[in-house]
């Protein structure tokens, strides 16, 4: 109660003295009647009791979420938290993760273990040393490392009807003198590779019956009139050379290879008519094309498999899908063309859905009125004085929906306020002014400079307005393109000298001096001095005295050695011409 009447000076809130308080205050002590529980006790499992108060479950000492088996749960190793229940159980580790109490080296169950023991297949449960040996079926069943296979002693691929057997050190039973299970029997005489169902019996003075069929080749077994070394079939009277060829009836009657089979040309199952045929040496009819007698014959498309009896009937596509001889056509009672949303449809003999009150599936949709042709969804509204809604929009001629001041009959979009005639057309796919044109001379369209060339300078002399930049043009830029069909030619560009070609756009092609010393007045090259120069100067007059440029006058400013430095000077000197 937060009083310590006794005057003891102990925690009111800790009963137990164990140094903890009591839960009523917020404490960590889950039991204040018992000093040996508190946050500071040592955890004793499965004794049910909560010693460190930490809420755990004290049957789940690995917090796997089971109780361990010693209260009676299902956790079989309460030690490790990747056993449980639940876990995933891998084979042969040793481990049983998942707490199934099965052998972890029995993973087909069958009760024998695999590798160590004497399970020869652990993933087939029928495959143990217990199991009964299936004969000829390629698997050692019982795991002896034999398997019992069926008899071929002539290896001919035929054996016997007494199921005879041997025993072989393989399972696969295809060593010399073995056979499967599903190799066929019949053999008459299994040592002797000449006999067997599919012999030959050709030679009419052959007495032997080597195709087992109890009759020899000179025999007439089937009472035809040929022997059965000369026919293909000996057990059925109505096959023999020159038989009548019945069509489609999987049969080569007259013994010439091949068989008369029905068309189906699409190869959908239904033969187009009962008398079209093909020769064909596959004697089933079923190659890709043909058809056998039994396969109905009231395909109206034998060209197209996806019509026919058992097709789908598409409505207004003015295909007979399932060859009943009608089409299903969309209703059109007024004939305007449009149909109702989600209308009706109608059987008709016609086809191509043309006649009275009929459409096809690419009619307009939404007609309001469908027994009067002025209203559908394509009516015009153009006068603003009826109040009709022929056009089926919710609104009629004089309405103005969007309140732009514009009626219906008067613009080209009454669902949208900022189309009108009066409205400034501007970029964006639109015929804002209904003028019938989109986003042409829009007010916000802008400015395109040519760039033939593609060298990211433009001529500012040609430029285009539009919406969007148009191939050959783009933004201005800072400096003019000086040639814009030669992308060599740019601001800042590689000046080559001596092509008669300004590539840097300073309005000079860069030349190199020829070394020529009469060199005209206005092309002086830069260094070569000037017309002022004194009579000791060496310069260009060399002297006052003759006018001349001193080249035989030693003494006047050097001679002849200083007129060789001004020569040698003048050809290393470039000059500037102005092009063009």
């Known amino acids: 109660d937060g009083v310590d009447a006794d005057c003891d000076g102990a925690n009111d809130y800790d009963a137990d003295a164990d140094g903890f308080d009591s839960d009523s205050w917020g404490g960590a002590d889950c039991d ?21 108060c930490d809420g755990a479950n004290d049957y789940d000492a690995d917090a796997d979420g089971f109780d361990s088996d010693g209260y009676g749960g299902a956790d079989c190793d309460d030690t490790d938290a990747a056993i449980s229940p639940t876990a995933a159980d891998a084979w042969y580790d040793g481990v049983d993760a998942d707490c199934d109490g099965a052998s972890d080296y029995d993973a087909d169950a069958d009760g024998f ?3 160590s023991t004497s399970d020869c297949d652990d993933t087939d449960a029928a495959v143990h040393p217990d199991a009964v040996e299936v004969t000829g079926d390629g698997i050692d069943s019982d795991c002896d490392g034999a398997e019992t296979c069926y008899a071929d002693a002539d290896d001919d691929g035929y054996r016997g009807d007494d199921g005879s057997t041997v025993d072989s050190t ?20 299994d040592i002797d590779a000449a006999y067997n169902p599919v012999a030959p019996e050709s030679d009419c003075t052959d007495p032997n019956d080597y195709n087992c069929d109890g009759s020899v080749g000179y025999t007439d077994a089937d009472g035809d009139g040929y022997a059965a070394c000369d026919e293909c079939n000996d057990r059925d009277g109505t096959v023999f050379p020159g038989a009548p060829e019945l069509a489609g009836d999987t049969v080569d009657q007259d013994c010439d290879g091949t068989e008369t089979c029905y068309v189906d040309a699409d190869d959908d199952g239904y033969r187009p008519d009962a008398t079209s045929v093909v020769s064909s040496t596959n004697v089933a009819c079923d190659a890709s094309g ?15 498999a996806a019509i026919s009896p058992a097709a789908t009937e598409l409505v207004g596509d003015a295909v007979d899908q399932d060859c009943d001889g009608t089409e299903y056509c969309y209703v059109d009672i007024d004939g305007d063309g449009y149909v109702v949303e989600g209308g009706a449809v109608v ?3 016609d086809i191509a859905c043309d006649g009275t009150g009929e459409a096809l599936a690419d009619a307009g ?10 209203y559908n969804p394509g009516a015009a509204e153009d006068d603003c004085a009826d109040p009709t809604d022929y056009n089926c929009d919710g609104s009629s001629g004089f309405a103005d929906a969007d309140g732009d001041g514009f009626a219906a009959c008067e613009e080209c979009d009454d669902e949208a306020a900022g189309v009108n005639p009066a409205a400034d057309e501007i970029c964006n796919d639109l015929d804002d002014n209904c003028d019938g044109a989109v986003d042409e001379d829009a007010s916000d369209a802008g400015t395109w400079y040519a760039d033939v060339d593609a060298d990211g300078y433009t001529n500012p002399d040609a430029a285009v307005v539009s919406c969007d930049e148009p191939d050959g043009y783009s933004a201005a830029t800072a400096d003019a393109d000086c040639d814009d069909e030669d992308a060599t030619s740019f601001p800042g560009g590689d000046e080559l000298p001596d092509d008669g070609i300004d590539q840097d756009c300073d309005g000079d092609d860069l030349v190199t001096d020829t070394g020529d010393t009469d060199l005209p007045a206005d092309d002086t090259a830069e260094g070569s001095g000037d017309d002022s120069g004194d009579d000791t100067g060496g310069g260009k007059d060399g002297g006052a005295d003759d006018g001349g440029c001193g080249c035989d006058s030693p003494d006047a400013g050097g001679g002849t050695a200083a007129l060789s430095l001004v020569l040698a000077g003048l050809a290393l000197t470039t000059r500037r011409r102005r092009v063009g």
Do not use: F
Not at 32 to 52: H, K, M
Not at 290 to 304: F, H, I, N, Q, R
């Open 290 to 304: 043909e058809a056998v007698a039994t396969d109905p014959t009231d395909d109206c498309d034998d060209a197209d």
């Open 365 to 374: 949709s939404g007609d309001c009125d469908d027994t009067d042709a002025a």
């Open 32 to 52: 204040d009647t018992d000093a040996t529980v508190s946050p500071a006790a040592t955890e004793t499992w499965y004794d049910g009791l909560d010693a460190d």
């Open 347 to 349: 059987a008709s003999g």
């Open 170 to 189: 393989d399972a696969d039973c295809d060593d010399a003198g073995e056979a499967v299970a599903t190799t066929p029997t019949g053999d008459c005489d």
């Open 113 to 115: 273990d695999s590798g």
